[in-house]
């Protein structure tokens, strides 16, 4: 074994994007994957097969590797208690990562250090949603499950409590929200290691289809700069106030009326930050793996103008290596990632990212070359 070693638990595509800079800082990546092909594992060789909700499988894939990180949030707390108490840094640690695991405590954790957000309460049944409905001027309001939902599962929009039988048959514990007027929704990314170091990336727009975020532009058009200063400040404070280590997202409503509100916070690699890639000096991903060895970060600047991402969601293409080709073909300038992943209907399956000097025209080329590879008429 040369230079460092990292433990990467979840063998998604983040993961496996986290292993070109792995490569190029001299690391090595040793990966709990879920099975033997899935994303990660297909370009991380020193991976094991194992479920991360098992203890003995932590031990086995962590082994020596001095520093844990993940591809996701949803390793029970108590083993990554387990793993920090046999001597594995984990970054981020669960004291932090417990608020990207539940939404009831992240509200409660946002108020108390005085960040915006919608009003929010645990409802328990539906005379306590009506309650709720009461405290915000009536429905709809928004009802959520406090963990384990994802890409907008888990998320109701409800007119009545009847209309959250649903959820409440779900038997999980749920969050009732305020239905925010946004205009748009933005995110906010930072890096941050262990010595208190950060690198705060530049807002940027994220426009969902169906509850997944489809399209990213970097920066955020025609945002006012006090607010994108805010975003900002909010995503470092979090950061800091959380004690979260690697990349943090702050998922944020822009409101019709000039505010920003936190919607959720990942920690760890986002969606949102792929555009980073291929357009920005220092990628989220180089930034996570130096965030998490605390190694000094690198600079979140710009390489163009707008960088523009849009992710490839399965659809009438079931050959995505043939797609490709037309698309290097008919939009060169495309910078396609593609996940190694089966094609299911609506799966994110890769992205394209266009950096250029005009949105417009960047905007349609990433479109043009998504198209490809979705089989989707270029809207
Ligand atoms: P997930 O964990 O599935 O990503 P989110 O909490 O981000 O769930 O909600 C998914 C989507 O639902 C958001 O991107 C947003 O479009 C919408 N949404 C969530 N909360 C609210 C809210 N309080 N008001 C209005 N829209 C919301």
């Known amino acids: 074994m040369t230079g460092r070693e990292l433990a990467v638990i979840g063998g998604g595509q983040l993961a496996r994007m986290m292993q070109p800079p792995a490569i190029a800082l001299g690391l090595h990546l040793r990966l709990l ?13 020193d991976h094991v097969v194992g479920d991360h909700t098992v203890l003995a499988d932590l031990r086995t894939a962590v082994a020596d590797a001095p520093v844990v990180t993940f591809d996701h949030e949803h390793v029970p707390s108590e083993h990554l208690e387990a793993l920090a108490a046999e001597g594995h840094a984990c970054r981020p640690g669960p004291h932090a990562l417990l608020f990207a695991q539940d939404k009831a405590l992240m509200r409660e954790r946002m108020h108390e250090i005085g960040v915006p957000g919608p009003a929010a309460a645990v409802v328990a049944d539906p005379a306590a949603l009506d309650a709720f409905a009461a405290t915000v001027g009536g429905y709809p309001v928004v009802v959520k499950t406090t963990r384990g939902g994802y890409d907008g599962k888990g998320v109701w929009f409800v007119h009545s409590a009847a209309e959250a039988a649903e959820a409440f048959a779900s038997g999980r514990v749920l969050l009732a929200e305020e239905r925010v007027d946004f205009r748009r929704e933005l995110s906010a990314q930072v890096a941050r290691n262990p010595s208190g170091q950060t690198e705060v990336y530049p807002v940027v727009e994220s426009r969902q289809k169906d509850g997944i975020c489809k399209e990213v532009i970097a920066p955020a058009p025609d945002l006012d700069p006090a607010l994108a200063a805010q975003a900002q400040e909010i995503a470092v404070l979090v950061a800091t106030e959380l004690d979260v280590t690697g990349m943090l997202a702050v998922e944020l409503f822009e409101t019709a009326d000039g505010r920003v509100l936190v919607n959720e916070l990942a ?25 998490v060895l605390d190694l000094p970060l690198g600079p979140s600047t710009p390489l163009a103008p707008w960088t523009v991402m849009v992710n490839v969601l399965g659809g009438a293409v079931n050959d995505l290596d043939a797609a490709l080709v037309d698309v290097l073909a008919a939009v060169p300038q495309a910078k396609a990632h593609l996940y190694g992943k089966a ?37």
């Open 33 to 45: 994957a879920e099975g033997p092909d899935v994303s990660a594992a297909q370009v991380i060789p």
């Open 343 to 379: 094609v299911k209907p609506g799966r994110k399956v890769g992205h394209v990212t266009v950096t250029g000097t005009q949105l417009d025209a960047t905007l349609d080329a990433a479109r043009r070359a998504v198209a490809l590879l979705e089989g989707a008429p270029h809207e």
């Open 267 to 291: 920690m760890r690699p986002h969606n949102t930050g792929h555009w980073s890639i291929d357009g920005a000096v220092t990628s989220q991903f180089e930034n996570h793996l130096r965030a």
